[in-house]
């Protein structure tokens, strides 16, 4: 039968979504938005603006630790969270990945601007026809992040955000995901239950996991294939929502 294994089609994308769901949560960045080009070019760019010679790969590298060490403070922390503390973590991933800077607070604001305007996002290429369909269906969308409150201007990227009900941002809830009081503060925002949530994200512990542990239905939009074992809740791509 080779149509079974056929893509979907935009029409009925949202015909395999349960009726008892009335809305859907997506992440934000992995998930309906992308850095252009990446984070460690930019990361290398800028701060060879402000006098670093660190080459992308060394970047990359120091941002991936520099980051899960952030993470690890926020664990400690309950998952807390403020626009201060979001601050604190972006200057303290920039001083370690960009060690060479002579002035790390200007390189800081610069990337922190940087990150805080639509030239440096895309919107995913699936995202536009995913959240028209869901509203044409009469479900209800909204976005629950980890980015701060610069997600506010960013999500401008995307065509049709003005649909969102919410942006539930984790520094003004003041808890990240994966934290379960988050998740609370979304389905009380939405007013509805767990169980009529479906949240989408490509996070396997901060989205899919912890959406699961309060009840929500969830998909996992897992392009390069990690997580075989979810079986129909992952995705190889947004547009594959079913
Ligand atoms: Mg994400």
Redesign the pocket.
């Known amino acids: 039968m080779s149509q079974a294994s056929a893509k979907p089609q935009a029409e009925n994308i949202i015909n395999m979504i349960p009726n008892h769901i009335h809305a859907i949560v997506f992440?934000?960045?992995?998930?309906l938005i992308h850095v252009e080009p990446s984070f460690d070019r930019i990361y290398a760019e800028v701060g060879r603006r402000f006098g670093s010679r660190l080459d992308d790969a060394t970047v990359r590298d120091r941002f991936r630790a520099a980051f899960a060490e952030q993470d690890r403070i926020d664990r400690a922390n309950d998952w807390h969270t403020d626009e201060a503390r979001e601050h604190e973590r972006w200057r303290a991933i920039v001083a370690r990945v960009l060690d060479d800077l002579v002035d790390v607070d200007a390189c800081f604001e610069s990337l922190f601007q940087t990150f805080g305007t639509t030239a440096v996002w895309r919107a995913d290429a699936d995202a536009e026809v995913v959240l028209r369909e869901c509203t044409a269906r009469g479900l209800r969308i909204s976005l629950a992040s980890n980015f701060d409150r610069r997600l506010h201007d960013v999500i401008a990227v995307v065509p049709g955000h003005e649909a969102f009900a919410f942006l539930h941002i984790s520094s003004e809830i003041g808890r990240r995901k994966p934290s379960r009081d988050f998740f609370t503060h979304v389905a009380d925002d939405l007013r509805l239950s767990p169980e009529q949530i479906l949240f989408v994200?490509?996070?396997r512990t901060n989205?899919y996991d912890a959406a699961i542990a309060i009840g929500m239905h969830a998909r996992l939009v897992d392009a390069r294939r990690k997580h075989v074992d979810l079986g129909r809740d992952r995705l190889d791509r947004l547009g594959d929502l079913l």
Do not use: N
């Open positions: 992440d934000a960045v992995g998930t994200g490509d996070d989205d």
